[in-house]
């Protein structure tokens, strides 16, 4: 899934391909995927996008958007993937865009996802609290921390703090794994418990992660515009699952917890 991390990357990527370059055909999907959100007909965006131009590609939260010369963005978001193809001999795809290069844009989903197409003005609450999401790396981002952090309930876990609501949009179940592997917090412990040196390492492990998974090319779990997994190298993933723990050997392990999986070291974060 695209998280913060890997929407950046594509967007770099994205840009530095394709800036300037003309969509001669958009194609619907081949299957219709039951799951893929469209909010007009897929058959329309071939209208809508032929003969326009790339002119930017923006990342932020669990959004992409490919912006167009004609005032239209393409957004899609956390389960789509984005491939990068020289002939587009895919077989099965949401959205195909050919430019006049020859080559093409496949856009396909895995559990679920959503290719938007609007000219600015949508109106999506998802897509909205990524767009204006507080930088993890300005200098209001803390102050946001500790007020987010005050508001929370009793009952709210860690990895719900981190990954649910949009409080933190772009950090999701991915991400948190790592954060809450640096911070040496257990994903079911309760934000109300932390000691303040904690809080202090939770806020600084989200930082220092983020700009380390930002600067890899996102995770090597997640795959970017050539089909190549992220150069960041994830701690706590199904890449490490039963493998010890880089700080303590003990055996790394995996559960269910609020709908996904949390990967974590026992002895390094207790609950
Ligand atoms: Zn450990």
């Known amino acids: 899934m695209i998280e913060l991390p890997e929407a950046l ?54 959004y992409v958007d490919l912006v167009f010369d004609n005032g239209l963005r393409l957004s899609f978001n956390d389960g789509i993937h984005c491939r ?29 996802g959503a290719l938007l197409l609007h000219d600015d003005h949508f109106g999506d609450e998802y897509y909205k609290a990524s767009r204006s999401a507080t930088s993890l790396f300005s200098d209001e981002f803390p102050k946001r921390y500790y007020e987010i952090l005050d508001a929370s309930k009793n009952s709210l876990s860690a990895k719900a703090f981190l990954a649910t609501e949009q409080r933190f949009p772009g950090i999701g179940n991915g991400m948190i794994q790592d954060i809450l592997y640096v911070a040496g ?3 079911k412990r309760k934000v109300h418990t932390l000691a303040t040196i904690e809080k202090r390492a939770l806020l600084e492990s989200m930082i220092r992660i983020a700009a380390e998974m930002i600067e890899k090319g996102g995770r090597d779990t997640e795959k970017d515009l050539y089909g190549v997994p992220g150069s960041y190298r994830t701690k706590m993933s199904k890449n490490t699952l039963g493998s010890p723990c880089e700080k303590c050997s003990d055996i790394i392990v995996k559960e269910s917890f609020m709908g996904g999986s949390v990967y974590y070291c026992p002895s390094c974060q207790k609950i």
């Open 9 to 62: 990357n594509l967007a770099k990527q994205l840009r530095s391909e394709l800036m300037n370059r003309q969509v001669t055909a958009v194609m619907p999907p081949t299957k219709l995927h039951k799951f893929c959100f469209f909010n007009k007909e897929p058959a329309l965006y071939h209208n809508d996008l032929v003969n326009a131009k790339v002119v930017d590609a923006e990342g932020f939260g669990i």
């Open 84 to 112: 990068l193809l020289v002939d587009s001999q895919l077989e099965n795809y949401q959205l195909l865009i050919k430019f006049d290069d020859e080559r093409s844009l496949a856009f396909s989903v895995g559990m679920y």
């Open 185 to 187: 917090i257990h994903p």
